[in-house]
Structures are given as C-alpha cells and as structure tokens.
C-alpha cells in the first residue's frame, strides 16, 4: 500500500459464511452477484458516490475469488485476513492509513446509505464512533437502543427506540487507536470510548443478504431479468438455465441437463464437472 495513500472506507466483508449454508462452499458471500454485480460492490459503488476514492476491505474465506470477483474495480484493496479479527479487530488493518473519520460498511447488505449527510451528522456530534440508525421495522434484526444523551446502550439495556443499525459507521483516528492487538468486536470498545453516538436517519432503501433464501429473494425483487429470470430460483451470470427448476440456485458454470427436475438445490461446475449440494 503506498504510503501518501489514504482509505477513505473500509467494507467488512470477513467470514465464514455460516449462514449461507452451501453457498459459501462455491463463493464467499460478497462474490456472489445481484444485477450482474458482486454484493461487495454495492458497497463500493456507494461509497465512492459518496466521494470515496481509495478503498479496502478484509477477506477470510476464499479471499482469491472475493480478489477475482471485483479485479475491475479499481481503488478497492483486498486485504488478507488469515485469522478472523471481528467487527472491530478487521479494521487494524487500515489503522495509521485512514481517513479521520474512516467510513466503515458491513458488507453483507445493499443499501442507499446517506454517506455525506451521516458524515456531516457524525463531526457536528463530536463522536469518536457514530453508528448509523433507522427506526426498527420489525423482524429478526438486533434492536438498539438510545439513551438520552444518544450514546448506543448496552445489548439488554432499552432506552430511546428501537433502532435498527444499517450497517454503516464512521470512525474517528482516536476510535482505532483504541483498538486491542489482536481479535475484537465493536461492541467490546464501546465501554472505552468517551463519546460514541447513534445517528438516527429515516428509513432508506436497505436490504440485507445473509442467507440462501434472503439471496433468491433479492434476486426475485431486484434482478428479475437477471438472476432472477427463473422464478423462485437464482441464476449466476456464468450458469446456463437448464430442466425443471424450483428454488435452485446455479452457481459459477453451472449448467444442469435439459431433463433435470429438481428443487431444493444449488448447482456448480467444478473441475469440469457439475457438482450438486443440497440447498441448505
């Protein structure tokens, strides 16, 4: 990394990919795609609207695909994460090379975030570490809460809200400079820092992908003359759509045989051959 360059934002996009069952056998999650473009790229491409120029992200699991996935993307770094550092213990990574305050995004969602806007919320508060909120819209999700003075309270504690986090943060240098050696979570650093605040927004286009059904699901909503022009199923820009399909999902080269009926599957091409997982 050159040292006059600055990283403006910094994706997370480490893991192993539990939740995505199957899926993260074929690719690591922010390679697959939706509208032709890997998930990791919505980030980015929304970041450098966002006057973002230099870029990085962390890679655990099969990091070459992730660097495959998004090579044409210029001014994205993939960095290396051999052992997993957490959602705090990743951005070691960019520590001393960073924008102050350093825009940090959970790459695991889609989403319009209002970068410059949160920016401007985050300096006026003062705060060491800003996470962006939307009022909670129900479901699975985390709920955060607020106390009076706007600092997140700790997971059991209810005060103002409940909010969703969007995945979207900023970072004062002070912030990483607090970070431990080593593996941590951001909500392990919260106790040290004398001034971290929720900026809450109105809601905005936000989709989360963490899951094989949440990926078909987009791919219905998003991409129905892409991904998703088989119903009920998702088709990778490199697979050839072939038999009779229900909740499928044909990943890289995956081309099944014109008499196939199936379901309940996810298709690749490996070493020349087809390869057939169940679609956990």
């Known amino acids: 990394m050159p040292k006059t360059q600055v990283i403006d934002g910094f994706i997370l ?49 099969d990091p070459e695909k992730l660097k495959e996935a998004v090579a044409g993307f210029e001014g994205l770094q993939v960095l290396m994460e051999p052992l997993l550092m957490g959602s705090a213990g990743g951005l070691l990574h960019v520590r001393g090379k960073a924008a102050d305050p350093l825009a940090v995004w959970n790459g695991d969602a889609l989403a319009d975030v209002p970068w410059v806007a949160f920016r401007e919320a985050h300096l006026r508060s003062g705060a060491d570490l ?25 997971r059991g504690r209810t005060g103002q809200g409940p909010y969703l986090f969007v995945g979207a943060s900023f970072w004062s240098s002070k912030a990483l400079a607090l970070l431990p050696e080593g593996p941590s979570d951001t909500g392990d650093l919260l106790p ?28 219905q909503e998003l991409a129905p003359d892409q991904e998703g022009r088989i119903p009920g199923c998702y088709i990778h820009p490199s697979a050839v759509p072939q038999g009779q399909l229900h909740r499928c999902i044909l990943g890289p ?17 490996e070493s020349g051959h087809q390869v057939r997982l169940g679609l956990t």
């Open 192 to 219: 040290r820092l004398a001034h971290h605040a929720g900026v809450v927004v109105p809601p905005f286009f936000w989709r989360e992908i963490g899951t094989p059904d949440a990926l078909l699901a987009a791919a």
């Open 253 to 269: 080269g995956a081309r099944p045989h014109p008499a196939l009926v199936d379901q309940d599957a996810l298709w690749f091409e």
């Open 130 to 154: 800003s996470w962006l909120l939307v009022p909670h819209p129900g479901g699975p999700w985390t709920q955060v809460w607020l106390d009076e003075q706007g600092r997140v309270l700790p």
């Open 13 to 61: 996009t480490a893991g192993l990919g539990t939740r995505m069952g199957t899926l993260s056998v074929v690719l690591p999650k922010p390679a697959w795609t939706l509208c032709g473009k890997p998930l990791l790229l919505w980030g980015a491409e929304s970041m450098r609207r966002a006057g973002m120029a230099h870029l990085a992200c962390n890679a655990h699991l």
